[in-house]
């Protein structure tokens, strides 16, 4: 059987109620997790405005779909991309460290859009997204993700439109012929550049939604019987050979059913790239043991492995002068300032891009190649903080940030993110009940009450969106 073929076979026949009990319990906190994303971005996130009148324009904005904290219908695949976009806005979504990869966004709108369009059960629906995280994490290892990367592609994305597709025909209940047809035709839609770097574009958030999109069209296509490519995984011009110089195949099944990647995925802390994060960690544990001011600070280096200085160092110039959100998000040296600064960083500390103690550190701030972090990578996205301050030099190493598998998050901290991310759209009691729903999601007889009682933004947040 080839890759694509055990592929497919697995995604098939996935069901919820032969999955361990802990990767249904794991599944439903990254669902909240996510969905507490899209909320937020539905009315914070500055590209949501021009996102919503390109939908409207395009005739995606009418229908039986629904975004989450939106009160007006959409059509499946424009739910699926506004949904998928919305989730990786703050880029405050999961994150699965060896694969360099967000599952979350792309994979599980489109398997609650593929629930709204076949009246699909919540428990089909997460063995939708359980199979679609399982593809799309798979394919990025196997490549592997560093190499993906040296080539320009974001692995969000390019992965991302399988793991859609996969999650999409296992909602609709194709058999393992219509799977790998939609793996065929999702082939064609894989796409995702890293250029968005060049001036903090929002395509970032865009082609990891248009993966969603995606992958919902192409087990569509398929579900109607369109024809897909055949060995769309490892044909010779196939996903594996043409996306990465020297891929691994064996990485897609091995262990396929037995371990579970997603239980490696893990989520944020910190509104930002997961590059960052073990170096605010080390900031805000450095700040609090030290009491330090910022006027202190003479110098702080932050260590990372090669990948990460590629997203959040280089080029230095541009991640010293960030000037806008996204520039923010993938700076450096901005949320280590942030962080040492403030004792936080959160949503709310990009309204500091132009605060003028911020603006005075960020020259004190770079970002190097470390050794220790390098040599934790791809296991870990790992960081190193050396600080010159009073006279002396004080170093912290994080291996494994706050949120990684081996430092994860228990149940009540989840909902205090999603709270601290819906409350102020939704209000308590509605963002309360929506987590409820979301934490009971393989026991609804239909998963499309999410979405259908997916509570609107109070008045004020409304009107202002409107």
Known sequence: MGVTAELSAFVAGLRADALPPAVVERTRLLVLDLVGNAVRARHDAESTPSLLRAVEALGLASGPARVFADPRGYAPAGAALVNAVLGHSLDFDDTHAEAVLHPGAPVIPAALAAAEMAGASGADALAGIVAGYEVALRLALALPAGAHYDRGFHPSATCGAFGAAAAAARVFGLDAAGVASALGIALSQAAGSLQFLANGAWTKRFQVGWAGFAGLTAATLAREGFKGAAEPVEG???FLRSYAPDPDPGRVCGDLGSAFELM????????SCRWGHAGIDAALALRAELGLRPDEIESAVLGVSRAGALLV??????????????????SGPFVIAVALSTGRMDWDSYRLLDDPAIRALLPRVTVEVDPEAEAEFPANMAGKLTLRARGGVFTRMVAVPRGEPANFPDAAAFRAKFAGLTRAVLGEAAADVLAADVLRLDALPEAAILL???PEPRGAQKRAAA
């Open 236 to 238: 010779r011009h196939g």
């Open 264 to 271: 490696a995925t893990g989520v944020k802390p910190y509104p």
């Open 313 to 330: 160092g280089e080029p230095a110039a541009r991640k010293a002068d960030p000037r806008n959100v996204v520039d923010g998000q993938f």
């Open 452 to 454: 259908r009682g997916a």
